[in-house]
């Protein structure tokens, strides 16, 4: 992800990301108390863009805020600084990671002292262009009155980890997680999206992460005139769609070929997610409303 030049954003001023240390005594590493982003930055005919960057500084807030973490930033500020870390990276199409953590605390009392780091790099499709062959997990998404389930905690990973882990080592490309109430809540990384008869359907939220590109695609939706139905999606419904697909800030729009034995009937180029997908690449390459004032 870096090599002896790659700079890195903390607390206020660039520095070499090789010169960089993290405390081993932190409470983040240690108890996965930290909170994260992941943002894209596209080369578009207009320079380099952040896509939805304000959108993921506000998330990033509000996780923090979720998980009684102090966030002493200006989201104006924290999006002029992510600009010129891509100048100073030289980075057109990036990913960019903005990580809150804290100072070193061995107690579980939240630490008060949280530093800011912002790092990036070329990434390019992060679940690969074919669909994917998905197996529904043994692991659930963690129970929302267990854990802050809508914020992005790093603590909350450990899950996504294990998950994408078991699916890998069963031969599958990635997994689906049902809720505490086996209805299907979403990827590791991923919000989910079912075709059934010319219509989509998504969880609603409630046990899933809130994903930009989520409310990307039901604003996609209203324009391109597709009904879109929030509701509880059970594991049948699933495997009676037409079509299904993941859509997050990595993986953007990833079709998906099957869910465990059940491989669905409607070709990935003739779906409403390969609709979607092409309208999102023109969306974050070209047409985003780009608002903030640098
Ligand atoms: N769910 C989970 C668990 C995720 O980690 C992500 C990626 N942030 C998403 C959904 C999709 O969110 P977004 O579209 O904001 O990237």
């Known amino acids: 992800y870096f090599n002896s030049n790659t700079v890195l954003y903390l607390n206020g001023k660039f520095e070499k990301a090789a010169d960089t240390t993290a405390d081993i005594y932190g409470q983040s590493l240690h108890y996965g108390y930290a909170v994260f982003e992941g943002i ?14 304000k959108e993921h500084y506000e998330r990033l807030k509000r996780s923090a805020e979720l998980v009684n973490m102090p966030f002493h930033w200006n989201i104006n500020d924290l999006i002029k600084q992510t600009y010129k870390l891509l100048e100073l990276n030289n980075l057109k199409n990036a990913y960019i990671r903005p990580l809150i953590y804290c100072a070193p605390n061995m107690s579980l ?151 465990d034995e059940y491989t669905f009937p409607v070709k990935w180029v003739d779906s409403l997610g390969a609709t979607l997908q092409r309208t999102y690449k023109c969306l974050v390459l070209e047409k985003q409303n780009y608002e903030v004032i640098i």
């Open 109 to 259: 009392v939240a630490g008060t002292k949280t530093s800011i780091m912002i790092c990036a790099w070329e990434w390019g499709a992060y679940l690969g262009h074919e669909q994917l062959k998905v197996c529904i997990s043994s692991y659930e998404r963690p129970n929302p009155k267990s854990t802050a389930i809508e914020a992005k905690v790093s603590g909350n990973y450990v899950n996504s980890i294990l998950a994408t882990t078991e699916a890998k080592n069963k031969g599958f490309d990635e997994a689906l997680l049902l809720d505490m109430n086996q209805n299907i809540a979403e990827g590791p990384g991923a919000n989910i999206f079912i075709e059934k008869n010319g219509r989509l359907y998504t969880p609603p939220p409630g046990h899933i992460l809130p994903g930009i590109t989520r409310a990307t695609i039901i604003e996609l939706c209203q324009i391109l005139d597709i009904e879109l139905i929030e509701k509880h999606l059970t594991v049948k419904d699933i495997k009676h769609a037409d079509s299904a697909f993941f859509c997050g800030t990595a993986s953007e729009i990833a079709g998906i070929a099957s869910v």
């Open 40 to 53: 894209r930055a596209y080369s578009t005919h207009n320079g380099t863009r952040i896509f939805k960057v």
